[in-house]
C-alpha cells in the first residue's frame, strides 16, 4: 500500500500568518493517464471533511484562495498564505492514483 | 444543489451485519464514482470501498475486503455498503463522498456504526 506520511502533525499558527503542510508518499502519485491524484481535505470540528484541492493544485469551488496546493511526483504542499480563524481543524492528504487509496494521519491546525 | 444522505447506521452486536445507503440528489448520479470513507472515533480518515460509475468495478481495503459489499442503483440514485462480520475494529462514522480517484468534492453527513455487545 501506498504510505502517506504528513508533517507536522500539529501546526500552531498565529492568525494572519502563513502555515504549511508536508505531505509524502512512498510511491510516485503520477498515473499511467498522466493525471497526478493528490487531494486535499479540511475537516473541522464535527463536521464531514470538505475538500480543498484536487489533482496537486485544484482548487474546489467556494475554497478561499489564500488556499494552495503545490507538489510532484512523492512530494507534496498545502499552503495558507494567511491563517484565518475558520481554518483551524484537521487536514489531510490522499492519494487516488493507486489501489488502495490511502489518507495521510491527519495535521490538526490551531491558533496560537 | 448537490445532497449525499447517508442512512442505516446503528447499534450492532459483534458478528452482525448493516446496510448502509447514500441517497444522492442534484447531480447526474450515473456518471459519478463514488466512495465510501469512515473515521472511528478520535481518529483520522480511512478509504472503505470504491465503485465505478456503472458498478462494474468494485475496489476494497484489505481490512473489509470479503466482509463488505459496495453497490449502487443508478434508476434509484442511491449507493449501498452491505456489512457482514462486523466487529469492534468497524465502529466508526462512515461516509460516502463522490468519486473514486478525485475522491471527496461532496460528501455525505456520515452514519454511525457501533458495534458492541
Request: net charge neutral; with cysteine.
Amino acid at each position: 500500500d501506498v504510505v502517506m506520511t504528513q508533517s507536522p502533525l500539529s501546526l500552531p499558527v498565529t492568525l494572519g500568518q502563513p502555515a504549511s503542510i508536508s505531505c509524502t508518499s512512498s510511491l510516485s502519485l503520477v498515473h499511467s493517464d498522466g493525471n497526478t491524484y493528490l487531494n486535499w481535505f479540511q475537516q473541522r470540528p464535527g463536521q464531514s471533511p470538505r475538500r480543498l484541492v484536487y489533482k496537486v493544485s485544484n482548487r474546489d469551488s467556494g475554497v478561499p484562495d489564500r488556499f494552495s496546493g503545490s507538489g510532484s511526483g512523492t512530494d507534496f504542499t498545502l499552503k495558507i498564505s494567511r491563517v484565518e480563524a475558520e481554518d483551524v481543524g484537521v487536514y489531510y492528504c490522499m492519494q487516488g492514483t493507486h489501489w488502495p487509496r490511502t489518507f495521510g494521519q491527519g495535521t490538526k491546525v490551531e491558533i496560537k | 444543489e448537490v445532497q449525499l444522505l447517508d442512512s442505516g447506521g446503528d447499534l450492532v452486536q459483534p458478528g452482525g451485519s448493516l446496510r448502509l445507503s447514500c441517497a444522492a440528489s442534484g447531480f447526474t448520479f450515473s456518471t459519478y464514482g463514488m466512495s465510501w470513507v469512515r473515521q472511528a472515533p478520535g481518529k483520522g480518515l480511512e478509504w472503505v470501498s470504491s465503485i465505478s460509475p456503472s458498478g462494474g468495478g468494485t475496489y476494497y481495503a484489505d481490512s473489509v475486503k470479503g466482509r463488505f459489499t459496495i453497490s449502487r442503483d443508478n434508476s434509484m440514485n442511491t449507493l449501498y455498503l452491505q456489512t457482514n462480520s462486523l466487529g469492534a475494529d468497524d465502529t466508526a462514522v462512515y461516509y460516502c463522498a463522490t468519486g473514486y480517484r478525485s475522491v471527496g468534492g461532496y460528501w455525505g453527513q456520515g452514519t454511525l456504526v457501533t458495534v458492541s455487545s
